[in-house]
């Protein structure tokens, strides 16, 4: 998905790509290098006033569109995508500094004049620059450090330093004792320079109240917000090119190692995505601590991965992706311009670390209340924490609480706000809501392709807790490829014979019934001639063998299936509607909140471990600390991002295989990361006590993530998933009934 959610943003992010189609298109754009490294402006610039997108976020009493930092994400994304060259990013840049901090009197001089096509430029750092005077008038003096925009700027936003603090002030360009060198700047599409002033005098109503911090992370949201399109632009091209592009005589986009490139791309993709839709939703909020957190966590997240993307895209493009004839080195010049003019990534993360020490993020659904159906999950909930935990389960199950978005009698046939309305009330009474695990997956299946004896049979038991579900789908020999599978279905007298082997089984040694995958016509085509059955788990002929991991659980199972008897009462569907049957797991998921979906897999907290450093080491550790917080908010962002989509109507696509694989390598990181802050003993040692026990559990989650999500749910399956249903919706419900896995 792209940083807007719904119809509207879908309609300004397309206007906008059709305008630089026609417009500015790349070939016209390198005719005029020489005119924008000058600052002259450009032709098209009038033709983006008229449409209202330099105004798109100011008030509608300066002139502008009375939109919000969002809306105008939306634009700057589509900007990037585009390459489309002029003052855009420093002009709205510098119009929401003034806007946001600027006097009354600022506002009402300079905004209508933004409004009206003048262009603007915004300095990040003083440079030389200091200011003198106070009461009704200072005086500028100085050099600015390289700004962006700063030679063909109208309007200019700058920071001088007046003793030890920093302070912005608003200028026309052209008053007196204010001059301009241009400077050869890496991105060719505009200009960059510095400004040279001397005894400006500046009065006091045009001196902004900001900080330091708040014009750093306002112009950090906006120059993410173009990254996110110049990533988007060059994880599209290097798809489409590996596509095309044969050798040995097959399309490089065969192979699986180029898959796995291609969607490891597309998975960074959407985490970054899903950062600057946070800062810029929590910059709209109103917030400052929450506006600066979800800022910080952004600028951390994508302004270096948006180059380290590009080049990752370069690197399929072969050859031809280094030429000066290829646009790609192009978008490489303005991602690189950008990250090096927007401060040290550095200290962005150790900004986000700081900042996770006193700050957590708060995200709201926005969901519309239903007062009587809350108060009626409220009284149920209330009436089964009265209860022992089995009474209480069964309460739960019969009221329709544990899967509320079943029909009835099992559910209460919730939508997502429905669902989310349950979860929220489980949560207000500090009461888990009940899970059937596996079941979650098996129940959809058999309610919808199922016959009455099986619904009766298994669906109300799971709900109360007293049937434990299984997946029988993994084989040694068919991971990722779910559809090659072996195991055997062979008609007898009454049912089927089952023989195979799967592997890879959560729970299976738990487990009363499993569901499973085997093959009935081992001559039809591949996602055809499949069963789903249904398995006694305690039937003769299946043998759970426990498969001990590195860190030496033992959570997975290898499941032997010799000559199990199947009855045709266990068989959901005909006999080879299997693949149709499984392909209803990821449509049918439960909502989930979506708070800390990504934090609530930890086993530790990196908050608390940091927090039980000694001082020196905790001020060492706060970049790390902001890295892995900022990883985990733009994760929980996809999660979120996702439940929105369900809210709006949409069906669940590719989302949940994105965030499984992110999640995966991100907690994998983060646990490594806490290992080596405590080292072997975990016992904290000169770093101080392990108070959080944050040492010993990351161990265990560097292990298990390292040894399974690694080997199991990246690299054997989401990477083929995502490639291959990334661009293709038809593509994406094929894969649909293998997410589970």
């Not at 009354?104 to 262009?119: D, H, I, S, V």
């Not at 659904?365 to 209330?382: C, Q, Y």
């Not at 709006?648 to 295989?657: D, L, M, T």
Request: proline share 5%; charged share 20%; aromatic share 6%.
């Amino acid at each position: 998905m792209a940083i807007g959610i719904g119809p509207d943003h879908d309609a300004l992010a397309d206007s906008l790509a059709r305008f630089a189609a026609r417009t500015t298109p790349v070939h016209r754009t390198r005719l005029q290098f020489a005119q924008l490294a000058r600052g002259e402006r450009p032709a098209h610039w009038d033709q983006l006033g008229a449409m209202g997108i330099p105004s798109l976020h100011l008030a509608e009493e300066f002139g502008g569109a009375g939109a919000g930092l969002l809306e105008l994400a939306v634009a700057l994304e589509q900007s990037g995508h585009g390459l489309i060259p002029g003052p855009l990013l420093p002009t709205v840049t510098a119009s929401a500094v003034v806007q946001a901090h600027g006097t009354n009197a600022a506002r009402k001089e300079w905004l209508p004049r933004f409004a009206a096509g003048a262009t603007g430029a915004c300095g990040l750092e003083p440079g030389t620059v200091t200011l003198a005077g106070d009461g009704d008038e200072i005086t500028a003096s100085g050099t600015t450090v390289p700004i962006l925009g700063a030679v063909g700027a109208d309007v200019l936003v700058l920071a001088g330093r007046c003793e030890d603090t920093v302070v912005w002030f608003v200028a026309p360009a052209d008053l007196d004792g204010i001059g301009c060198t241009a400077e050869e700047g890496v991105d060719l599409t505009r200009d960059i320079g510095r400004i040279q002033l001397s005894e400006v005098r500046i009065p006091a109503e045009h001196i902004l109240g900001a900080v330091p911090d708040e014009v750093a992370s306002l112009a950090a949201v906006l120059g993410c917000a173009e990254s996110v399109g110049i990533a988007r632009w060059a994880q599209e091209t290097s798809l489409a090119y590996a596509k095309i592009r044969e050798q040995f005589g097959r399309p490089i986009g065969s192979y699986q190692a180029i898959k796995h490139k291609c969607a490891q791309l597309f998975i960074r993709l959407e985490v970054l995505t899903g950062a600057v839709w946070d800062a810029a939703t929590a910059a709209d909020d109103g917030d400052p601590q929450q506006a600066a957190l979800a800022a910080a966590r952004a600028a951390t997240v994508c302004r270096r991965e948006a180059v380290d993307m590009v080049l990752d895209s370069l690197t399929l493009l072969g050859g031809i992706g280094n030429t000066w004839e290829h646009d790609i080195h192009l978008y490489w010049r303005r991602a690189a311009s950008l990250l090096a003019l927007g401060g040290s990534p550095e200290e962005w993360a150790r900004r986000a670390g700081d900042l996770a020490l006193t700050t957590e993020r708060h995200t709201a659904l926005g969901i519309e209340d239903r007062p009587k159906f809350r108060a009626g999950v409220s009284a149920t909930i209330a009436e089964a924490a009265a209860l022992d935990p089995p009474a209480a389960r069964v309460l739960l199950a019969d009221r329709g609480l544990v899967a509320p978005h079943y029909p009835a009698p099992y559910g209460l046939s919730a939508d997502t706000a429905g669902q989310l309305i349950v979860a929220e009330e489980f949560d207000r009474a500090g009461m888990p809501q009940p899970t059937t695990v596996i079941g979650e997956w098996a129940l959809p299946s058999i309610l919808q392709y199922g016959t009455d004896d099986q619904m009766a049979r298994l669906v109300a038991p799971t709900l109360r807790g007293e049937i434990v579900w299984c997946q029988l789908f993994s084989e040694p020999g068919a991971g990722s490829d779910l559809a090659s599978l072996t195991t055997s279905a062979t008609k007898v007298a009454g049912g089927w014979r089952i023989d195979g082997r799967k592997v890879w089984t959560s729970e299976a040694h738990e487990a009363h019934w499993g569901i499973c995958l085997a093959r009935t016509d081992r001559d039809a085509p591949k996602h055809r001639g499949i069963g789903f059955f249904l398995i006694d788990m305690s039937a003769p002929g299946v043998e759970v063998r426990p498969l001990r991991e590195a860190n030496g659980d033992s959570m997975f199972n290898e499941v032997a299936l010799e000559a199990v008897f199947v009855p045709d009462a266990d068989l959901v569907g005909a006999p080879g509607e299997g693949w149709k049957v499984a392909r209803t797991t990821l449509a049918n998921e439960r909502v989930a909140m979506g708070t800390t979906p990504v934090a609530g897999n930890y086993r530790f907290d990196p908050v608390e471990v940091v927090r039980a450093l000694d001082p020196a080491a905790r001020s060492e550790a706060l970049p790390a600390l902001g890295r892995i917080t900022s990883g985990t908010g733009a994760l929980d962002a996809v999660a979120h991002r996702s439940i929105l989509q369900r809210l709006s109507g949409s069906a669940p696509g590719v989302e949940a295989s994105v965030l499984k694989a992110a999640s995966a390598r991100h907690i994998t990181d983060a646990a490594a990361q806490v290992f080596e802050w405590f080292g072997c003993g975990a016992g904290g040692g000169r770093r101080g006590p392990d108070r959080a026990g944050g040492g010993r559990a990351a161990q265990a989650d560097w292990w298990r993530q390292r040894a399974v999500h690694e080997a199991r749910s990246v690299l054997a399956g989401h990477y083929e998933r995502i490639a291959t249903a990334a661009r293709d919706e038809t593509a994406a419900g094929e894969w649909a009934g293998e997410i589970a896995v």
